[in-house]
């Protein structure tokens, strides 16, 4: 199973297009061995068609088969052993432990949907009864339940190549609803998206499955994601990315005949808000913490701390002293890609020339490719208010440090925010009443706020909200980690008076599935 050949894999056939692209070592610029197909538009049409013809069979498991084929897939990720984490080591430039670990986090979010699947309550499975007498006029009989909305098409994300990409949250949200997928593999590796790809395609056989419940589209044309979002048999678009991508393909997928939902997490810059107390006990030290989250990964998640907001005073000059050396000891990172190293590169290039901001510290250059080389900056917020430019995301580690004049100017500062997937504050008991006023601010922009930790780490499990207000994510009312992501890919259904023996099996006198129901506004035990 851990062959890679390069094929677009559609259902359980191989096929290969008129041209190749090559995965490239970001840590050394090299090409690294395979020639991959070229997916085309023709590709995603076949592999769209393939998954129709999949929903009937995959929406109507019951949930304990679902389940079954959800740990199938983890068990078939793990089968494929190092090879894999060897790959993505070479495709994605991120060390072993990282991989090992995101691996884990593949498996465990797989498994986590598969048991979330077997208590049944995402069913929501509701029934109201009949009330033939009543007055004036008889209720009819009426129940309620979810059902996956159909084809879902995941953009894999290049900064996770393992928990966010082929079989990460969107692919295991998705399958865990009932939604066959097909998946746009991210061209920074191919090599890993196709072993997981096999890992997937073998677990749909051997749970017995339609082929078309899952295909792996490799490419590097917008083309093919553009197809893929227009096919009329898509339902909902899974993404993790840049804004323009983001918003490029949200753009598709409004100008169809039928828009769907295309569920973008895009750019977030993660405000950490430093509380007097917190600054004036603990300042050096949460300034060198602060400098760990920033520069972890090279700083490549869509939840580094991008920008730290303070008041005036010697001990917010205390944290970032501590910040400002901590970060010139850290060492230049290899980065995901060229692309993104570049990006990075003009990020800073342009904080760096604006005459309002001031270089704080760099971290070490590295004389290879790729290599990322931190940067911490400062500014104030009447500088802040006045440059929209000032709140763009530079994806990697590079953060801006606004010194504000007194609180009025904080909540200015955070009141000007862009939406965010996290804010932070760093905070001590005598900080609560402060805390206290700016928190309906934070939770307004933000969809996690966070105390005295750092955004970076991003639990799965039931409570997580890894989503916000625009432009973090293109839905506000959803999450991308945590069984919470499920809710993207289902639909309420309702039927009203059809009989017994018509009715999907959570929905039926006999229960069963032995669900917990909501009946007459009461939840009802089986
Ligand atoms: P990206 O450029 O947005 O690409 C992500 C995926 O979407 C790729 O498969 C890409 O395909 C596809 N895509 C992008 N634009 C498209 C379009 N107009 N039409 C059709 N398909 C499109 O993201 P990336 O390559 O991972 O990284 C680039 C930048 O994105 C980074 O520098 C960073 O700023 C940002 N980023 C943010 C996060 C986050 O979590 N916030 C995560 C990763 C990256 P092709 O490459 O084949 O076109």
């Not at 079954?68 to 430039?93: C, K, T, Y």
Request: glycine content about 10%; some cysteine; proline content about 7%.
């Amino acid at each position: 199973m851990s062959e890679i050949n390069g094929n677009i894999l559609i259902g359980a056939t191989e096929e290969r297009g008129q041209a190749t692209f090559q995965g490239r070592n970001p840590a050394t610029g090299e090409s690294l061995p395979g020639a991959f197909a070229e997916a085309g538009v023709e590709h995603a049409s076949a592999a769209c068609a393939l998954a129709a013809e999949a929903f009937p069979v995959f929406s109507t498991l019951s949930p304990a088969d679902r389940a079954a084929f959800l740990e199938s897939v983890a068990e078939h990720i793990l089968g494929i052993g190092d090879a894999l984490i060897i790959r993505a080591m070479e495709e994605s430039g991120l060390p072993r432990a990282r991989l090992e670990g995101e691996r884990g986090r593949t498996v465990g979010q797989l498994r986590l949907f598969a048991s979330v699947l077997r208590q049944g309550d995402w069913l929501e499975a509701t029934i109201d009864p009949a009330m033939p007498d009543r007055a004036p006029l008889p209720r009819p009989d009426i129940r309620r339940v979810n059902q996956p909305v159909g084809p879902v098409v995941v953009f894999g994300a290049s900064n996770f190549p393992l928990a966010f990409s082929v079989a990460g949250g969107d692919t295991a949200s998705a399958f865990a609803a009932g939604c066959p997928v097909v998946v746009k593999g991210h061209p920074a590796h191919p090599g890993t998206g196709e072993l997981v790809a096999r890992a997937i395609q073998a677990a749909v056989a051997a749970s017995g499955l339609p082929a078309g419940t899952f295909s792996y589209l490799p490419g590097t044309t917008q083309a093919l994601g553009a197809a893929l979002v227009a096919d009329p048999r898509v339902k909902a678009v899974g993404f993790t990315g840049s804004r323009a991508g983001g918003l490029a393909l949200v753009e598709i997928a409004r100008n169809r005949p039928e828009p769907i939902p295309v569920y973008a997490e895009m750019s977030s810059i993660n405000p950490v808000l430093l509380l007097p107390t917190a600054a004036a006990k603990r300042g050096a030290d949460l300034g060198a913490a602060f400098i760990q989250s920033l520069t972890m990964g090279a700083g490549q998640f869509c939840t580094n701390p991008g920008l730290v907001v303070a008041l005036e005073g010697a001990d917010t000059e205390a944290f970032i002293a501590a910040a400002a050396q901590s970060l010139t000891s850290a060492p230049a990172q290899v980065m995901l890609s060229e692309g993104i190293w570049r990006n990075y590169c003009s990020g800073i290039d342009l904080l760096a020339g604006n005459e309002r901001v001031t270089l704080v510290a760099r971290g070490q250059a590295g004389e290879e490719a790729n290599r990322g080389q931190a940067a911490l900056f400062r500014t104030d917020a009447d500088a802040f208010l006045a440059d929209p430019t000032l709140s763009h995301e530079v994806f990697g580690s590079s953060s801006l440090v606004i010194v504000c004049r007194d609180v009025a100017e904080v909540k200015r500062v955070l009141a000007g925010l862009e939406g965010q997937l996290t804010s932070t504050l760093l905070m001590d008991p005598e900080d609560q009443a402060l805390a206290g006023e700016l928190l309906p601010l934070l939770t307004e922009k933000s969809g996690r706020v966070l105390a005295n930790g750092w955004p970076t780490g991003v639990e799965v499990c039931h409570a997580m909200v890894h989503g916000g207000p625009f432009p973090a994510t293109s839905d506000v009312r959803t999450t991308s980690v945590g069984t919470l992501a499920m809710v993207r890919f289902l639909r309420p259904v309702c039927y009203q008076n059809i009989p017994d023996a018509l009715l999907p099996p959570a929905l039926q006198a006999a229960n069963p599935w032995g669900l917990t129901r909501r009946v007459n506004g009461t939840l009802t035990p089986a």
